[in-house]
């Protein structure tokens, strides 16, 4: 398989089929960080905007990042962008993405149907986290991305990349506490990081 560094040089160098490839490659992981954001309506179009975005950034990139830090910097700021024109248009008001959740935004994020009860309540979980705490997390756990990865998507340091997911897991197991009170459970009854990991196969 090529690596994606060569695809991206043969696109640049007026390869569509490599530009093709390099897309499909990716296709999947960009699609799953915004269905579990926003409404499966609008997943598409954010989807077709980060790809877009990343054509016409494509003689920016910095060879020493990774291809997949890269788009996954496009997507956030796409995210990130549209959860802040949306709450204007309804609020007029710009909303604070530390502290709201996609939830608290009045989004429904694509409904998703686990095989395992565990599965389903950290996908609610992650929805009722701060989004920016949602974004880490997935790209933690989901996309495998490493520290300084994360560092470069989110244009923060890798110091603080580990205080945030520390931060944010706290704030997951939180909710999750909450979620299964109900049922006579808690986080600790979790194990939260392989729960956490396998749900991004369901999205």
Known sequence: MDADADLLERWRGGDNDAGADLFARHFP???RFFASKI???EVEDLVQRTF???VEASARFREEASFRTFLFSIAKRQLYKHLRDRARRQANEDP???ISSVFDLGHSPSSVIAAEEERLVLL???QH????DQTLLELHYWEQLTAPEIAEVLEISSGAVRTR???ARRALEVVV???LRPTGRSAASLDLDTVAASVGTDV
């Not at 986290?129 to 920016?132: A, C």
Request: aromatic fraction near 0%.
């Open 29 to 31: 992981s960009i699609r």
């Open 39 to 41: 409404g499966q309506n």
């Open 52 to 54: 877009m975005g990343c």
């Open 96 to 98: 604070d993405l530390t």
């Open 124 to 126: 609610h979980a992650l």
């Open 129 to 132: 986290v701060p989004v920016e």
């Open 165 to 167: 997911l520390h931060r």
């Open 177 to 179: 506490d909450e979620l």
